[in-house]
Structure formats: structure tokens, C-alpha cells
């Protein structure tokens, strides 16, 4: 339980109405700052504008996913007001008071080094990583479905990387029943391929492996699918990169060959908004939870 | 190979673009009406109108998977002209040629009875009916990733009967980790459901056993999905229906009780129609091919 925290989100999307659920069945103290527009159907959480905020008890400050734009504005979609949080207001929090957000900033990095709170970056986490990619391999399994005129099932999937993503990818669209190659450089990864029952590759050996190949899915942040590859495959053949911007995949060549390929941004938030919401909010719990244990221990 | 033989095809739909491939593949010699607005790269075979076509030497016709209208006339997606097939012209063939169609209706079953032709209804073959199920069930998952906000992961998931389709389904939805029981009457059924590491359940305890449900898709063509149904369902459940016209579900009292609920029509046709026009074209061959044997056997 989180009895007696007092936990402050400012902005956020529906993923966050997820986030206030979860803490509020924890009975922690919630208060909400851009989230005017909201229904008030959230018990145990209180509407305040910025100046109202009693910033001395907070435990935690939770940003939403985007964490802060360049120029410190945080995003709000339950609200028209343009918030952002100043150096003076987070210096009045108790030194423990840490602060949640997606990804982070210049801009946040600094405010946080000022103010000296801890800053927990959860899209960075390996497990946060590990459940998004549930949601993302169901986003790439919805749009092979709407975008190809075949089924998944006996088309050969070529998937670039074994991380966390492609994990999930490979064994997905294997359990449709397509033939899924992966590609991948570290010796340990082929290894693991090898045995989820799947064919590996070498990625240096990419041009000569995506010749025959019907769904390409690259979550490698590194310019894999170039005008040379795309040259040598087959014009019918769907392009789904996963990688964060600017992608993998040489979009221009691949538009001038009359080939279909798309840069897909953060699918949880788009496919399974709930899900997302919740992966987010067990997360959140379990650290706002160990936090207070080792608040004990060191009491004890 | 079907060498010698000369096939009409009336009318259709890209389905047929990848029937004409295969037709063509295997030295058939091919004539189309309905098809003038078709690129001319179909290698061996002729555009004609219904006038021109040689009536005396088909071994067969082929109709859209629509097969007729209930007056006679015959889809063309390829041209802007209606085309209709008269008695005269089905009986100006050879005795023995066999008019292939997806589905029949009153006036092509009348047709067939006065010309005294073979009549093959394709969609009504079991081994059509379970190939289609592949793109059938992709279609199912599409819908699911895109009209519901949590993920197929760890949703409970019901599915109705256990025929062609339900058995794909339950597969499918299982292989992506969600939580699947399936409902039927039969103990052969229910024994199969148990073995494929799906929760069985008598289709009699509907009401019970939806209460809890995130997705539920029926198959059985009969009215399970009652108001009674409906009323103890959560109201996020998402309720796609796959059973044949006018579906299985009260859709008026899930519209009144604010449930997403959709009747869904030929999916492979929709989601794959490459894919679907290679299961009609690969039976198609085999079908023709078989015959040809045939009749081998009767010469010798």
C-alpha cells in the first residue's frame, strides 16, 4: 500500500488515467495538475492549478511519457492550459521527492540537476521495455494484416534485431504461422534465435537474406535497409521499421522503387492505450512501493 | 497440367487475377469475359465478349465467388458492362463442362438444372472452408489490435463454436498469450478444446461464462449473443461477428447498451485477397486436374 504518499502528476494522457487508478486503489494521497478536463470520477484525487500545490509533502512528481518539451512545456491532453514546472517549485519538495517521466531532456536533465531530486526515467527500464513491446508487436501485426494483400500465415518475415522488441516480434509472428528469419550480429542472439525455432542471419549477409522476403520489420536504430538493400527486394514487400527516429530505412530510395514502408512511432500509446497505461502503473507502484521499504529499512 | 483444356471465366474479382496466373501457369488455354478493363500481361489468356466466346470446346466455367444475382446477372469488377450466362450458351458446351462457382442461389441452381451441367460450389467445400479460415481469424486479430484500447496479451477471450474457423481463431488468439475459453455443445468438441490448452465450455452456459469476457467472437449461425447475453457482459467487451448473415448476436440491444459489436462479411476477400485467390486457384487446379485424370481412366 501507499497510505500516506502524497504523489502529484502533472499532464499526461489516457495512459495516465490508468496511473491515477492503480495509486488510488494503493490509497496514496493523489494530486492532479492538468487534468481539468477530467471526469470527477476519480476518487481520491484532487484537481489543483500549479499554485495551489502543496509542494512540501510531496513524495513523487509523475510527468507524463514525453516527459518535457525542449522549452520545459509539459504535454496535457485533459487540458487547454500550457503547464510547466519551475526550478523554485521543485526546490520546495522534501529532498526524497522523485521524479517519474517517460523519456527525458536537456531541459529536464537540467532542471533536475538544480534541484538535485532524483530523476527515474521509466521507458529506459528494461522491464518497462519488455511489456511495451507486447502491444508494439501486436501494432506491427495489425498493420502487416491492413497493409499486405496476403496473410501472415506462410509469408516470410524478416525481423532485424533480437532486443527487446524483437524478441517479441519474432516469436508473434512465428505463432501466426509465418517464416521468420532473424537478423542479428552478436554470436549469443543467432544462438537464441536458433533455438526460439527460428532461422538466423547475419546482418552483413542483409542484401543477400531480404531477397525473398514478403514483411521486413527493423527495430535497429542504425541505417540497415539501404537503397542497395531495398534494390535487391521484392517490390511487393512491406516495411515496417520500429526503430526511434529517423529509423532505419532509407524511406526516399524506398518511396522512388514504389515500395511501401513505414516509421512507426511508440505503438502502445496508440494500439492499447489501456495496456500501456497499466504497464506504466504497475511499474510506478512497484517502485513507489520499494521506495517506502527502504524508508523503513532505514529507519530500522 | 491442364494442356488442351479451355476455361471461361466470367466476371470476378482480384481473386481471379490469381486464378488466371495458375490457370495459365499450367498451359490451360483461357478465355475471359468481364475482364476488359484487365492489363494485357496475362500471358495465354484472351479477352472476349459473350458473343465470341467458342462455346463448344469448354471444359469449364468459372463464376465470381458471388456466383449470380437473384436475376441472373454476374459481378465484374474488371469491366463496366453486366454480363449474364443464357441457357442457350450453358447448353451450346460440351456435356461434361463443369460450372465452378463460390456460392449458388436459386436462379444459377435452376440454370444448372435445365442445362444439366456439373455445378461445384467452392465456398461450400471444407478444405476451402479451412484455408479461408487463416485469413479469416488475421482478419478477427486486426480488429481486435485496432478497435480495442488493451492489448490481445492476457485478454480473456471467447470464442463461439468450434467448427473451421473457431478452431483457427482459438488457435490464433492463444498463440498471442491471450486467455481463450471456447464455447460448444458437442463432447467430441469439448475434448478438442481441452486438448488444444483451451478453457471448454457448454455453449448452454453462455451467460455465465461471458460475464467476464474483453472479446468475444461468434461463429454459430443462431442467435447466441441474446439481450440476456449481452446484459451481464462488461461493457467493454468487443463483440465481432463471423457467422453468415443476419449473425449471431442482439446487435440492436448492444448498440442500446453502448457495446461495440460488428457483423463482419467475407473476410479473406477484405484482408488478403492475394492469398484468398491462391486457396480457390490451387482447388481450382486440383479439381481440374482430377477430372482430367478421370477421364484418362475412362479411355483406358
Redesign the interface.
Known amino acids: 500500500m501507499l497510505t500516506g504518499k502524497h504523489i502529484l502528476l502533472i499532464g499526461g494522457d ?1 495512459r495516465h488515467l490508468e496511473i491515477i487508478r492503480k495509486l488510488s486503489t494503493l490509497d496514496a494521497k493523489i494530486s492532479l495538475a492538468g487534468f481539468d478536463q477530467l471526469d470527477d470520477g476519480f476518487i481520491g484525487a484532487s484537481k489543483y492549478t500549479m499554485d495551489e500545490i502543496d509542494w512540501k509533502t510531496l513524495d513523487a512528481i509523475i510527468l507524463p511519457v514525453s516527459g518535457m518539451s525542449a522549452d520545459g512545456w509539459i504535454d496535457t491532453v485533459f487540458s487547454n492550459e500550457s503547464l510547466t514546472l519551475t526550478i523554485n517549485q521543485l526546490k520546495s519538495t522534501p529532498q526524497h521527492c522523485t521524479i517519474y517521466t517517460g523519456i527525458s531532456n536537456a531541459f529536464l536533465d537540467q532542471l533536475q540537476t538544480q534541484a538535485n531530486r532524483p530523476l527515474v526515467k521509466l521507458m529506459e527500464r528494461d522491464d518497462v521495455a519488455i511489456y511495451n513491446s ?2 508494439t508487436a ?2 506491427a ?2 498493420m502487416a ?2 497493409h ?6 506462410h509469408a516470410n518475415v524478416a525481423i532485424l534485431g533480437l532486443g527487446r522488441i524483437g524478441m517479441t516480434l519474432g516469436r ?1 509472428f512465428a ?3 509465418a517464416n521468420v528469419k532473424v537478423g542479428a550480429r552478436e554470436t549469443a542472439n543467432l544462438a537464441r534465435i536458433s533455438e526460439m525455432g527460428l532461422k538466423p542471419f547475419h546482418t552483413k549477409h542483409i542484401q543477400q537474406e531480404l531477397k525473398d522476403i514478403d514483411i521486413c520489420i527493423n527495430t535497429i536504430p542504425a541505417r540497415m535497409i539501404t537503397a542497395r538493400v531495398l534494390a535487391e527486394m521484392p517490390l511487393h514487400a512491406f516495411i515496417i521499421d520500429l526503430a526511434s527516429k529517423p529509423g532505419g530505412t532509407d524511406f526516399r530510395y524506398a518511396e522512388k522503387r514504389g515500395m511501401k514502408a513505414m516509421l512507426v512511432p511508440g505503438m502502445p500509446g496508440i ?5 500501456a497505461g497499466q504497464i506504466l502503473a504497475n511499474i510506478l507502484a512497484d517502485l513507489l512501493k520499494s521506495e517506502e521499504e527502504e524508508d523503513d529499512q532505514d529507519d530500522a
Open positions: 489516457a507486447i502491444p501486436e501494432g501485426l495489425m494484416i491492413q499486405t494483400d496476403f496473410t501472415i500465415h508473434s505463432a501466426l504461422g494500439v492499447a492505450p489501456k495496456t
